[in-house]
């Protein structure tokens, strides 16, 4: 019984020492996170196409909404003139139909469609149909010359006849529209009530991306793209849109893809916010919140399990891993393990960002786990049937002995002292021969490590144990354990052992055995506290040593365990986690550790970081086909492992897309000869296409520095990402310098747009006036009005007119600047004592007739001491011929401002028929000192008083650029010398006034 509690003991200690392994934890993580890049990246195929390719047509919406627009100037009448069948709407669409039949030869898409609202149906009804041009592409792939791969499934039918297109047998004259809620129609009226609603948005943020429908009434469902078109006066006159069949999307995520056994699907769903869920938070569930998903389409027979009434729940388990439960009719109870990857298809601005469309990963957890699960029940088999043979052994041995104990005590008791006492090897001596008990103790003990060995043995992996006796200084081991060991010590490290090795093990001294494991330090791996691998000198073979020290601290006992296989796996494992598939750089997630625990670590004294964005793999794929494309990005990986080995980390982030940190230069000049030497490898690196064009690998590229322009990843990423889009949008294949600036003007429009938008609305803008002084007399004969935004966001006149720019609103700061200027101005009618008012007007912009007839009628009598102030670098001949009439018409005059700043300076004189000129300050500024400021004050002075026209020096902040400028004979003088903006018109004050007179000797 001893012997079997004995046994017992060692084997639940190998069966703990190798359960306290994290490596069937590790293998399950490995083999979600390989499941989890395999659906981000097709997802990121996906969404490629779904934006780049079949939503991009922004400038089709243009021109048809030009077309109709012409087809109801041609009528007279307007959008809500439209009805089904109706002349008007026949000629709407006939203007039409030849932007929208070449846009259906070049897209690569299932139909076209246009459906214009009819102002006569009511959307609560289904009624007869709306006015329509819907056209079916039978094969999208190819631009069939004749067009006989076109159909026309609703249309007039004059127009037909016109394109000489044939008709769809599901031919119809009108398109029918289910009513105003129902989702055959929301292709339709999503788009159009959004347009409605928020009639300033930009029609590529109003595009709808509809439920699966069957639009051409085929049988066979579709995805829809659906865009507003609007008339020039802003109002809805239908939707554009395309379709893309189920079947040839959900081509994008074949379900053997994730399970080479069929046994894993892919789901293609859109889930909301409900719940709670942020609009940045990604598609996946919260922890403790479930989420649901609506499927569109799916591959693989598997998610029939999962999915009923067409959509599924799903939540996170306890170690954060997305997974779903089997629904409540299928037939087996396993659950899934997934991964929901986020389509891209709206921007936070878009009215329906509360969509998120994702692509589901699908697979039974026993099958997505199978080796982790296969491996953790044969290590209890082995364990198992060691346990058993034990005992058995144990109980056999016990059985014999007991027989022979008897035996032995006789020969015992017949010896004689004299004679050597001769012992059966396996016998047992009787307590009160001590001496005689210990030698067969010690047999005994001999067994029992034999029968140790014999189970170690037994697993299908080579195991061995050892004992280090600190007290008696000697090491003893297994049977085997320098076959284990032998796997990654050098030749010849184990002679000493064997010499004293028999079938029960061996034993050595234990200064010898510790210094067999001091040569194996310089490739020890620690795993855990006492648990370590090791490797041979070439790597391919691994060794698990595990340790315990006794509780006296007399002993250290271990286990070695050849575990090559299980190492090998789990690195390969790791390495496909790590990589990308197709080009065996880092992927996305390990780029991102490296260089992150580069910088917290031992960050580099200087670093860089690369975005790299292929040119022209669009065209390639398009023109011969994704392999070809995938050549295409070996290629550039090439160059980029070529030329950043050993100088850093770099990675494909997604399918054209590279990221590149180098950490090994010195400074921003030895970056830069890496970088060229990388553009010139990229520059030479080619492909010969099939039908023999040589195609050149371009890639535009951004680069930001650590630590001067960032210090942590994320922001060295946006910045790098940044400095690369403002190369692909202003010099293409180029290298490109992260510019703080042009980054914080971006981000101050996009920051900003809405307090635009309460500035305007709420008129939250004051006017202060500079005064404007004769250059003679110093008395004050004009004023300039100056913008004062009462918003901190938008504290300046510049930055307005940088957002109203941005967001085409500048028609409403000109208003705005017209009607506040003179409105504020009127109400110090005491205090300007009948001065002229200078107004900066914006060149490109031009008041509506309403706005002229208004602002004749509340401010006729002022605007004939109204100047038009324009900028001189904002010159337009158009505007100026219209400026010059609106001052004519209304007795007022022109001045142009800034003159001397552009190029234009001559054209714009003899263009517009202008009172006033005023010098730039840049000019004014240190004239007193730069006689090349003189030559040129001079010369423009002397040009604009030959032609009759008053010259103002603004910007003069001091006597001595005062004194200057009279000498050079300007007409009149503005600057804070003169006076600052006020509130109120300010006095000129009188010491300011008899220096002028002084310097331009008028003093009485």
């Not at 009226?189 to 347009?195: E, M, S, V």
Request: net charge negative; charged share 25%.
């Amino acid at each position: 019984m001893p012997f079997c509690i004995a046994l017992a003991i060692q084997g639940v200690m190998c069966v703990a020492v190798l359960a306290g392994s994290e490596t069937l934890e590790q293998m399950e993580a490995d083999a979600y996170d390989l499941f989890s890049e395999r659906v981000s990246s097709r997802a990121g195929y996906l969404e490629n196409d779904m934006i780049f390719r079949w939503s991009d047509f922004d400038v089709v919406v243009d021109d048809v909404g030009d077309d109709i627009d012409s087809a109801l100037a041609a009528h007279g009448a307007s959008a809500t003139d439209i009805a089904t069948g109706s002349d008007l709407s026949l000629a709407v669409i006939d203007a039409s139909a030849d932007d929208l039949l070449s846009f259906a030869r070049r897209a690569e898409v299932d139909g076209v469609y246009l459906v214009l609202a009819d102002g006569a149906v009511d959307p609560s009804s289904e009624g007869d149909g709306h006015p329509a041009l819907y056209i079916r592409d039978a094969n999208p792939k190819v631009d069939v010359a004749n067009g006989s791969d076109l159909q026309l499934a609703a249309c007039p039918i004059s127009v037909a006849r016109r394109l000489d297109i044939a008709l769809d047998s599901q031919w119809s004259a009108a398109f029918p529209l289910a009513a105003e809620g129902e989702g055959q129609s929301a292709f339709y009226y999503r788009p159009l009530r959004a347009a409605q609603q928020y009639p300033d948005a930009d029609t590529s943020d109003l595009g709808y991306w509809g439920r699966p429908v069957d639009l051409g009434w085929t049988g066979t469902q579709s995805v829809t793209y659906s865009k507003p078109v609007r008339d020039a006066a802003g109002n809805v006159v239908g939707v554009l849109g395309v379709e893309v069949r189920l079947d040839r999307i959900a081509s994008f995520f074949p379900y053997l893809d994730l399970n080479e056994g069929g046994n894993g699907s892919y789901l293609l769903a859109v889930t909301g916010e409900d719940g709670g869920f942020a609009r940045d938070g990604g598609v996946s569930p919260a922890t403790g919140q479930p989420r649901t998903y609506e499927v569109l389409t799916a591959t693989g027979a598997s998610q029939s399990l999962y999915v009923e009434d067409g959509s599924f729940e799903s939540s996170l388990d306890e170690k954060g891993r997305m997974t779903v439960e089997p629904s409540e009719a299928a037939s087996s109870a396993a659950r899934a393990a997934a991964s929901a990857a986020e389509i891209k298809l709206y921007d936070s601005t878009s009215p329906f960002a509360s969509e998120h469309w994702a692509l589901v990963g699908l697979e039974r957890e026993d099958d997505l786990f199978s080796a982790a699960h296969l491996l953790s029940e044969n290590l209890m088999k082995v364990f198992a049937a060691s346990i058993v043979v034990g005992i058995v052994v144990a109980v056999l041995t016990a059985w014999l002995s007991s027989s022979r104990l008897r035996h032995l005590m006789g020969e015992v008791r017949a010896a004689s002292p004299e004679q050597p006492i001769s012992f059966t090897p396996t016998g047992i001596v009787e307590v009160d021969e001590l001496s005689e008990s210990i030698e067969l103790l010690g047999s005994e003990v001999a067994s029992a490590a034999s029968r140790l060995s014999q189970i170690l043995k037994l697993s299908d992996r080579s195991i061995a144990a050892f004992e280090c006796n600190f007290t008696s200084s000697v090491a003893t081991y297994t049977d085997g354990f320098f076959d284990a060991m032998g796997l990654v010590l050098p030749s010849g490290s184990g002679e000493q052992g064997s010499a004293h090795e028999g079938s029960l093990g061996g034993a050595v001294p234990l200064g010898a055995f510790e210094r067999l494991f001091q040569s194996l330090r310089p490739r020890y791996e620690q795993e855990s506290d006492g648990r370590w691998i090791v490797s041979d000198v070439d790597g391919r073979r691994w060794v698990r040593i595990v340790t315990l020290e006794s509780d006296d601290g007399t002993r250290v006992f271990g286990l070695v365990e050849d575990v090559t296989d299980e190492i090998a796996t789990r690195r390969r494992i790791e390495h496909e986690r790590d990589h990308d598939v197709l080009t065996g750089l880092l992927n996305r997630r390990a780029f991102e550790q490296a260089v992150t625990e580069r910088l917290a670590g031992i960050p580099p004294a200087f670093g860089a970081m690369l975005m790299l964005d292929l040119d022209n793999l669009k065209y390639i794929n398009d023109t011969y086909g994704h392999d070809w494309g995938d050549h295409y990005i070996k290629a550039a990986a090439s160059v980029i492992e070529r030329t950043f080995e050993g100088e850093g980390f770099f990675a494909r982030i997604s399918g054209d897309e590279f990221l590149v940190f180098v950490d090994r230069c010195a400074d921003a000049d030895g970056a830069y000869r890496l970088f060229d030497s990388f553009m010139r490898a990229l520059d030479t690196s080619v492909l010969e296409a099939p039908d023999a064009t040589v195609l050149k690998v371009r890639a535009s590229v951004g680069v930001a520095f650590y630590p001067e322009d960032a210090v942590d990843f994320s922001h060295l990423r946006e910045y790098a990402d940044f400095a690369m889009y403002e190369a692909k949008n202003h010099r293409k294949g180029a290298l490109l310098r992260f510019d703080r600036k042009s980054h914080e003007r971006g981000a101050f429009i996009l920051n900003n747009k809405e307090d635009l938008n309460r500035l305007l609305d709420e008129n939250l803008i004051d006017y202060h006036f500079q005064p404007i002084v004769d250059a003679r007399m110093g008395e004050a004969v004009a004023y300039e009005a100056l913008m004062r935004p009462q918003l901190p966001s938008i504290a300046t006149p510049d930055r307005v007119l940088l957002l109203a720019r941005s967001q085409s609103k500048l028609y409403r700061v000109e208003h705005l600047t017209f009607f506040g200027a003179l409105e504020a101005f009127a109400k110090h009618g005491d205090a300007a004592r009948g001065a002229t008012l200078f107004v900066n007007s914006i060149a490109t912009q031009r008041l509506s007739s309403d706005d002229e007839v208004e602002l004749q009628k509340r401010f006729g009598p002022l605007l004939k001491h109204l100047v038009i102030e324009i900028t001189e670098s904002d010159y337009s001949r158009e505007m100026s011929l219209y400026k010059e009439g609106l001052a004519r018409r209304w007795g007022a005059r022109l001045a142009i401002d800034d003159f001397g700043s552009g190029y234009n300076g001559e054209t714009s004189l003899l263009d517009y028929h202008a009172d006033f000129v005023k010098l730039d300050m840049g000019i004014v500024s240190g004239i007193d000192v730069a006689r090349d400021h003189q030559d040129i004050a001079r010369n423009l002075i002397g040009y604009a008083h030959d032609r009759g026209i008053r010259v103002i020096a603004e910007g003069v902040e001091t006597p001595s650029e005062l004194k200057a400028v009279i000498g050079l004979g300007v007409d009149y003088l503005q600057g804070y010398l003169i006076g600052k903006p006020a509130a109120t018109p300010p006095a000129v004050p009188a010491d300011i006034q008899e220096l002028i007179r002084t310097l331009a000797g008028t003093s009485c």
